[in-house]
């Protein structure tokens, strides 16, 4: 540790400033056929040996601009160039570093006169379209998109793979405008190399139908659409890699890639026991599972929003996939892939909770042991076509067949507020289950004359099915007056599901290219049955109906609507109306229960976004939305699956009212490299579905109801600021500070006794990046969370938690070929308690050596350096408090070898429009 901080030091102290000097170049740009000004082009400088980007800027309203760096040149070659106007391109001599240009006219430009230029402007300003040319934004050798998207202004990934482009969310990512592996962001940020796109372009995010017909997008969310150089679009390339490593690891991956013009085919395949995707090719930054995991009641395992199978802890998976585009014909479009993926997971967790009552509080004590193994088949298709110049088809179909098999066993304790001993459980079982699913998506849009109208069909429709056998053994002990439990059972359950969604739209332009009319028809029906029939083993398979349910659910939703939207270049705003008619049916044909219920209700939608300028702007979104309760909710028999809990529902539920509202306002300065971004949001909740609990204070079991409740609310806001300060030819610093927080309102019962909670949570960070020429990176970020939770109940005590983490990134690409990166993360957690560890020091890292040309790569990498990975958490609601830990992935070393291949074409030149020439 010492060496390493050590070296950390001198690599500061011997930082050397290049003999730079300052330069100023000012001007403003006019159009030469208006002589208007020209906003938002862009205005770059290069060296003239090797056309190296030195620094660019963004026009002004006025068209002014200023560019200031430093060099150790005396000549750089000038470039200003716009949409629809010819590229100027101007040698500059630095011999006085004041340069002022004055006025400076760009002429309309000829599509008919195309010559090849060397140069492209390192960021284009469209309409509806931002643009960074790739050769702009140095990196390092072989780096993938997401390296690639790290160096883009305005644009944040966090450790977890998230990407925001001015603090809105990127929820697609398309290859030369087709999907590339489904919809998972990921597969292409992380696979893809730089070295084959030529530009990455940034827009709304819409569907295609929006697109065809023009709408507005989704403003909230980004697409990034990325273009294949045009001489890369033909041929071969991929990687492959293998490691082994101590503690029985091991991995091996490979991707290959056959671009062929339109027709685009690409493979992949991964295997590994260390909690990765599968998709590792030795990489740091990819080795331990560090994207966003989740794990559902099912089993699935998920890992950056893709279902791996599998389970918490330690989990093997294995996983392929395939990948094909083309074009059908000169009017349509294909697109589809497959995913095969196998995992095990073994997990063993310690639990201990204290439950808070109205009139006291409790204690229980889980250990328990899990594996999990499944295997899960996904296929997606995606085919379109422009039938004519005014129709248009999409459809979307996807299928997906699961197995998982589940053994789990658990041990519980119950204790009073003395800690005496009230109840004491043991659980066994195997979980068998099979489960498929068909969905199908199509969109037929019709445009209608020149001024913007349309009708538009959509028809959804999900089909379902799950199969499972669960054999369960139990003993439930009481200590007291009530018997005790024993279970010897075989559960068989059935569930289907046939879901049909149809809507009618229409769009009529009132004043064109600014006010539209739009007509809407919604129907949705939807129809479940679940039949689940246990028998008790112990009782020569008896069945048993008090823990059977045989269930027909039917909800059937017809919703009109209307709405009237206003666009202009700098105002967009869309008011709309849905008024809800909704029925709710349930046949038990178990118990012979029926109910039915209708609800109307009225819904809106308010949105607004306000383009300030090119460089900011303001949007605000309302809604109305009204929920019903579910099922469960409101089934009034008495389910005693659980002991230890009994749940009845509740039929005279009303449906829920939520009011949500969204303010948010970003902004970039492209010409001081800054960027801001402000977010704010609260959901009231009228009627709110909340759990209504009492528990017998001699057995602790608990009997569980539902009831709607007012007062709830739900609200967040946040913000981000960064800024990139390039210090001379050879280091840059990019400073990222922000603040995210949370606040809520529930209203809850707790023993029959209404109480309120309220929750206050924020993390403010900060960080910066250096780095120095393409030697050294390094990237500290220190994030304190802090959370307070009150109660209005004397039975509560209100709660306070702080956390402190500390994340240090380090990179070094010296010797030639070698490339050192560490990962360090340092937690401390004040309250986590007594047995479980509070804080912990973990260290991932990489050593690599280029081979075989810069093939091939060796990599030796060492997973939690420190050997303190840990598990522990500390998780507060309303009426308890629980600290877990549970199994980890523990320390190994790992030595892998990655082999690259790549047939693409050779470097070409960008065509486009040609500069002229000014003296």
Do not use: C
Not at 305 to 333: H, L, M
Not at 773 to 788: G, V
């Amino acid at each position: 540790m010492k060496n390493s901080i050590f070296i950390l030091a001198l690599l500061f102290a011997t930082t050397l400033f290049g003999q730079s000097k300052a330069f100023k170049i000012s001007g403003t740009l006019f159009s030469a056929d208006e002589n208007l000004p020209l906003e938002a082009a862009t205005v770059h400088v290069e060296t003239l040996q090797d056309s190296t980007l030195v620094t660019y800027s963004i026009t002004e309203r006025d068209g002014s601009f200023v560019l200031e760096d430093k060099t150790g040149l005396n000549e750089l070659n000038l470039f200003v160039s716009y949409v629809g106007y010819q590229t100027l391109k101007k040698k500059i001599n630095l011999t006085n570093p004041i340069v002022e240009l004055g006025k400076i006219s760009l002429e309309v430009s000829n599509a008919l006169d195309e010559v090849v230029i060397k140069t492209a402007a390192p960021v284009t300003i469209k309409k509806d379209t931002l643009e960074f040319n790739v050769k702009s934004f140095k990196t390092q050798k072989d780096a993938t998109v997401e390296d690639l998207l790290k160096k883009l202004p305005g644009v944040e990934i966090d450790s977890e793979g998230k990407i925001k482009i001015n603090g809105k969310d990127v929820n697609k990512i398309l290859v030369n405008g087709k999907p590339f592996f489904g919809n998972d962001p990921t597969i292409t940020t992380k696979n893809l190399t730089k070295e084959i796109i030529e530009k990455v372009q940034i827009v709304d995010t819409k569907t295609k139908s929006e697109a065809y017909a023009g709408e507005d997008g989704d403003t909230q969310n980004k697409t990034i659409n990325l273009t294949i150089k045009e001489e890369n679009n033909k041929g071969v390339f991929g990687r492959v890699a293998a490691g082994a490593g101590t503690d029985k690891r091991w991995e091996f991956a490979g991707l290959f890639n056959r671009f062929d013009n339109d027709q685009r085919i690409s493979v992949l395949a991964g295997g590994n026991n260390i909690n990765s995707p599968g998709f590792s090719f030795g990489e740091i930054s990819k080795m331990f599972g560090r994207g966003s995991s989740s794990f559902s009641s099912n089993g699935t395992f998920t890992i950056d929003g893709r279902s791996f199978g599998g389970g918490q802890g330690i989990t093997t998976s294995k996983n392929a996939g395939a990948n094909y585009a083309d074009k059908v014909g000169e009017k349509g479009d294909i697109s589809g892939d497959y995913f095969y993926s196998n995992s095990n997971s073994v997990d063993a967790s310690s639990s201990q909770r204290q439950t808070f009552l109205s009139d006291g509080t409790f204690f229980s004590n889980t250990d328990s042991n899990s594996e999990n193994d499944t295997q899960s088949h996904v296929a997606n298709l995606d085919y379109e076509i422009k039938i004519d110049t005014t129709l248009f088809l999409n459809i979307r179909p996807s299928f997906s067949y699961s197995t998982s098999q589940t053994t789990y066993s658990s041990n519980q304790s119950s204790l009073d507020a003395n800690r005496n001993l009230t109840n004491q459980s043991t659980v066994s079982s195997f979980v068998d289950n099979a489960s498929k699913s068909f969905r199908n998506r199509m969109e037929l849009t019709k445009k209608i004359g020149a001024k913007g109208a349309y009708i538009k069909a959509e028809i959804n429709n999900d089909i379902s099915s799950f199969n499972g056998e669960d054999i369960l053994t139990s003993n439930t002990l009481f200590f007291g007056s009530s018997p005790d439990v024993v279970r010897d059972q075989f559960t068989d359950e059935d569930r289907k599901s046939n879901n049909y969604e149809t809507e009618l739209s229409g769009s009529i332009p009132l004043v064109k290219d600014k006010w539209y009319f739009n007509l809407e028809y919604g129907f949705q029906k939807n129809n479940d049955e679940n039949v689940k029939s246990t028998f008790d083993r112990n009782l020569n398979n008896t069945f048993n109906p008090d823990l059977s349910t045989d269930f027909e659910y039917t909800d059937t939703r017809n919703s009109p609507g209307a709405s009237i939207r206003y666009k202009s270049e700098k105002f967009n705003s869309t008011f709309g109306v849905n008024y809800v008619f909704r029925t709710l049916e349930n046949v038990d044909n178990l118990r012979l229960i029926d109910i039915k219920r209708d609800f109307e209700a009225i819904e809106l939608d308010y949105y607004f976004n306000y383009n300030i300028s090119r460089k900011s702007n303001l949007y605000f979104n309302y809604g109305l939305d009204n929920n019903p309760p579910n099922l469960t909710q409101l089934q009034p028999f008495n389910d005693v699956s659980n002991p230890l809990n009994t749940i009845v529902g509740n039929p005279d539920l009303e449906p829920t009212n939520s009011h949500r509202m969204y303010l948010g306002y970003n902004a970039y300065d492209w010409k001081e490299r800054s960027g801001f971004y402000t977010y704010s949001g609260i959901t009231l909740t009228e009627n709110n579905i909340v759990p209504r609990t009492f528990v017998d204070p001699t057995t602790l079991k608990r009997t569980t109801t539902y009831d709607n409740v007012n007062g709830n609310y739900n609200g967040y806001a946040g913000g981000s600021y960064s800024k990139t300060i390039k210090i001379d030819s050879l280091q840059s610093i990019r400073l990222r500070g922000g603040i995210y927080g949370n606040f809520n309102k529930n209203v809850n019962f707790n023993n029959d006794v209404q109480y309120s909670s309220k929750n206050i949570s924020y993390a403010p960070n900060i960080g910066f990046e250096y780095s120095y020429l393409k030697l050294f990176e390094i990237k500290p970020r220190y994030t304190l969370s802090l959370t307070n939770n009150t109660y209005d109940i004397d039975a509560f005590e209100d709660i306070n938690f702080t956390v402190h983490r500390l994340n240090i990134e380090t990179a070094t690409f010296f010797p030639k070929r070698f490339e050192w990166r560490n990962d360090i993360n340092y937690t401390y957690n004040t309250n986590i308690a007594d047995g479980f560890q509070k804080s912990a020091l973990f260290w991932n890292s990489s050593i690599s050596y280029a081979v075989l040309k810069d093939q091939g790569l060796v990599t030796l990498k060492v997973y939690d350096l420190l050997n303190q990975n840990t598990n522990a958490t500390r998780q507060a609601s309303q009426d308890y408090l629980e600290d877990r830990q549970s199994t980890v992935l523990t320390q190994y070393f790992m030595l892998n070898f990655s082999w690259k291949f790549n047939s693409l074409g050779s470097k070409g030149e960008t065509r486009g429009n040609g500069p002229y020439y000014i003296d």
